[in-house]
């Protein structure tokens, strides 16, 4: 190592990341640096493509390659390595990090949530599955536009892929006007077989959009495959907050980490004229999210453009990127693979 490559390796070595309070170069996430007619060029590897600091982190590692004498300019690649979770599940080893979705009750936009967390990961430039678990009530095949029965290749499924996302969906199985009149038992029983009797392939995130409330499917899951973590959709207004309560401690009791609480449907935006209505009150699962002493995760308002996007089958993280609530649902992607990230690099207390 000549002694140009040693000097830019020191100064990289001030730059720390921030939720994992180490420096980048003990972290392994500077590789192949290399100091040519004082050019520095290396790759910064993250652990997310959808890292919330990558700017930051990008900026610094320029900024302390640029301090050290000699060296006049910085060439640098930033790519993703997501680490998979302390527990993988055996029957699922190319998937990283499994996260359930859910919430106390229906109604709150909880699919709308996943489908647009998924789009916004997979646009980062994540590989993301997507696993509709909401069996009586699929709406996962009509935001994702798509309908068809998947492939059956050596007795496994495959899944359907839309927008960069994988999906398997109890919607692709049955005709639409069909119901699931099912007991317990038969949902436990289709659940286990979308989980493990499809060909999933290497996925950084596989996604579970949950259905409502704390029954057979949310146990079934937690006790087939590790869950990383979970997320807990909720509206502002009392009446949902109060089964937001029962739906956490549901998750602490089988020992899932919550990732936090997102509020959706936080404030109504008129198209026209820019006016700001909390219809449905405002700030109330962040509140939730203090007093139960859990990450918030952000809130999403409502606008037509998310119905409008769902019911076109184009979610509109990316049918309408530059909306409030695109940026929005960016931004707790972001904090979701974050979160994943800190669950499988942090050894758990």
Not at 18 to 23: S, T
Not at 66 to 85: H, M, N, Q, Y
């Amino acid at each position: 190592m000549s002694d140009l490559v040693a000097a830019v390796r020191s100064a990289l070595s001030t730059v720390q990341d921030p939720d994992l309070k180490k420096d980048l170069v003990t972290l392994n996430m500077i590789r192949d640096l290399t100091v040519t007619d004082g050019g520095a060029k290396f790759t910064l590897v993250l652990t997310t493509g959808a890292c919330p600091v990558k700017k930051e982190l990008e900026d610094q590692c320029r900024a302390a390659a640029l301090s050290v004498a000699g060296v006049t300019r910085a060439d640098i690649t930033v790519t993703a390595e997501v680490p998979k979770g302390q527990n993988v599940a055996d029957s699922l080893p190319g998937v990283r990090h499994i996260i359930g979705v859910g919430s106390g009750k229906g109604g709150v936009g909880k699919s709308t949530v996943t489908v647009n967390i998924a789009c916004a990961l997979a646009k980062a430039g994540a590989k993301v599955g997507l696993l509709d678990a909401d069996i009586y009530g699929p709406s996962i095949p009509t935001m994702m536009g798509i309908s068809r029965q998947p492939y059956v290749i050596n007795k496994k499924m495959i899944p359907l892929e839309a927008h960069g996302v994988k999906m398997i969906s109890m919607g692709f199985l049955l005709d639409e006007r069909q119901p699931v009149i099912w007991r317990g038992p038969m949902i436990v029983s289709a659940l286990r077989q979308m989980i493990t009797d499809v060909t999933w392939g290497d996925l950084d995130y596989l996604l579970v959009d949950l259905p409502p409330g704390t029954g057979d499917i949310q146990l079934t899951l937690a006790q087939s495959v590790p869950l990383a973590g979970a997320v807990v959709v909720s509206t502002p207004q009392a009446v949902a907050l109060a089964d937001v309560r029962r739906s956490i401690a549901m998750f602490d009791k089988v020992n899932v980490k919550l990732f936090g609480i997102v509020e959706n449907m936080s404030e109504f935006v008129c198209p026209r004229c820019g006016h700001i209505e909390p219809i449905f009150g405002t700030g109330g699962a962040e509140r939730e999210a203090h007093e139960l002493q859990v990450a918030f995760l952000g809130r999403v308002p409502l606008e037509p453009a998310v119905r409008i996007s769902g019911d076109d089958g184009t979610p509109v993280v990316l049918s309408h990127p530059t909306s409030r609530s695109a940026a929005a649902f960016r931004g707790i992607a972001e904090q979701v693979a974050r979160a994943a990230s800190m669950a499988a690099l942090v050894p758990a207390k």
